[in-house]
């Protein structure tokens, strides 16, 4: 298995224009969660959902991100406009819904995003 | 406020000796904790988790202990080795583990030779 994909690994933009990250979860895993780090706030949860559905956006910084998951195999983060205090290192993680493996999430290797 | 404090930024080891983590977290709703593994510009890895009912959880060289009471979880390798160093993060889940993360921010390990 390939893992979690995350495309792109480096992004730099400019303040003000469109982000889009995106993430490609492990076959027949249920659940995906979008996570940022920054040196401030460490690792946080931004958004998480089960079987395409987003179940907790409660971590989402403002209306500038959104995140979607079309179908069971991509989601894709959106920050539009970007600004400077939203880079950080995004990462994409999946887990099964199965009992056997319940908790542990498998991450992806982050896509590194600077705003200038 | 966080609720899932590393208190120590980094650790140093020799080599074959015995590596302690701590983690304390302040949310009783809590069920679930983890410790990942985090390579430079790599994800994390997971390493070994323990649910509430439990007090200690073994896997290899790798053991964790939880004390409910005191909120307080602690990772410990033994014996440690040159591939052990690495940043060490605490996670805590709620719901039995269905609900997101909630991570420390990390404890660096080195293993001196």
């Known amino acids: 298995d390939a893992g979690v994909i995350q495309s792109p690994r480096h992004e730099v933009t400019e303040m003000g224009q469109e982000v889009t990250l995106r993430c490609k979860p492990i076959s027949g895993h249920d659940y995906l969660f979008w996570y940022r780090q920054t040196m401030m706030r460490g690792l946080e949860l931004l958004i998480y959902?089960?079987?395409?559905?987003?179940?907790?956006d409660s971590g989402m910084p403002e209306d500038r991100f959104s995140a979607k998951m079309p179908n069971a195999s991509f989601s894709t983060l959106k920050i539009q406009p970007s600004e400077p205090r939203d880079s950080a290192v995004y990462f994409c993680?999946?887990?099964?819904?199965?009992?056997?493996?319940?908790?542990?999430?498998?991450f992806g290797p982050g896509t590194r995003l600077t705003v200038l | 406020d966080q609720q899932v404090k590393q208190n120590s930024p980094s650790l140093s080891v020799q080599e074959g000796r015995i590596s302690i983590l701590n983690c304390d977290y302040t949310n009783s709703m809590f069920d679930y904790f983890l410790w990942y593994k985090k390579y430079p510009a790599e994800g994390p890895t997971f390493l070994i988790s323990i649910s509430s009912i439990k007090d200690k959880n073994e896997d290899g060289r790798f053991t964790v202990f939880l004390n409910k009471s005191a909120k307080h979880l602690s990772l410990h390798i033994v014996p440690s080795q040159p591939g052990d160093s690495a940043v060490y993060f605490c996670?805590?889940?709620?719901?039995?583990?269905?609900?997101?993360?909630?991570f420390g921010k990390g404890t660096h390990l080195i293993i001196q030779p």
């Open positions: 959902f089960n079987n395409n559905v987003p179940i907790d």
């Open positions: 993680a999946s887990r099964t819904g199965q009992d056997s493996s319940y908790n542990e999430q498998f």
């Open positions: 996670a805590a889940s709620g719901g039995g583990g269905a609900d997101g993360l909630t």
